[in-house]
């Protein structure tokens, strides 16, 4: 079957690097997507990986493993306006999205 | 207007009435989505039109029924709902045909009550 696991919580503070994993079980695997949501609004689109290794935009960057069905999302120099939901979701054939159950961080100053 | 915009943004209604959720995209994509998202579990694809055409039905109940007249408007139809159904209904869209829309732009969404 198709399954993703996340954790469902993170905490960090301002300043530093936090790194939310993604592991996947699926068929067909054509990348893995990640998304912020903050409380209240809409899914906004952060990157997208289809070949193993490290993409970076900005302060975030998203890594695959396609070998290790294994990502992750790293984000850098936390801002409070960090603090929001991130899901990861396995891009596959034949179907659309399968989004993770989402990590919640919260980041303290 | 730009991007996602959906109407309306909250609803309350009773389970005998009849709604209807509009999605409206100003983008030029080609695919659109309907989401359900409920606390604490993933976001849950209901349909898939691409080309205005549908091309994923997840299983959904037949109470909600998708309307796609062009490929900038998208409606979900609500019919005889249960209180289960209360979510956040997201509308997505994709400038990737087909199901495997892999960077979608989302609405606000319409947070939605059944009594």
């Known amino acids: 079957g198709q399954s993703l696991e996340q954790p469902s919580e993170v905490t960090a503070v301002e300043g530093a690097i936090v790194q939310i994993n993604c592991t996947y079980q699926t068929s067909g695997f054509y990348g893995l997507s990640w998304y912020q949501q903050h409380d209240g609004g809409a899914p906004t689109f952060l990157s997208y990986?289809?070949?193993?290794g490290l993409e970076e935009t900005g302060r975030f960057s998203s890594f695959l493993s396609r070998s290790d069905s294994y990502g992750y999302l790293l984000l850098q120099e936390l801002q409070m306006k960090d603090s929001a939901s991130y899901f990861c979701a396995v891009n596959q054939a034949g179907t659309a999205l399968i989004f993770g159950k989402g990590t919640t961080l919260s980041v303290s100053s | 207007e730009t991007g996602v915009t959906q109407t309306p943004r909250h609803l309350v209604m009773g389970m005998t009435n009849k709604k209807s959720l509009k999605c409206e995209q100003h983008l030029g994509h080609n695919a659109m989505y309907w989401y359900k998202q409920s606390a604490k579990k993933p976001l849950e694809l209901m349909f898939v039109y691409s080309l205005e055409e549908r091309v994923e039905n997840n299983s959904v109940p037949s109470r909600f029924s998708p309307e796609c007249p062009n490929s900038s408007h998208l409606f979900l139809h609500l019919h005889t709902l249960q209180p289960e159904d209360s979510a956040l209904y997201l509308c997505a869209s994709s400038p990737h045909t087909g199901t495997s829309g892999r960077e979608q732009f989302f609405g606000p969404g319409t947070r939605l009550t059944v009594l």
């Open positions: 990986n289809a070949l193993d």
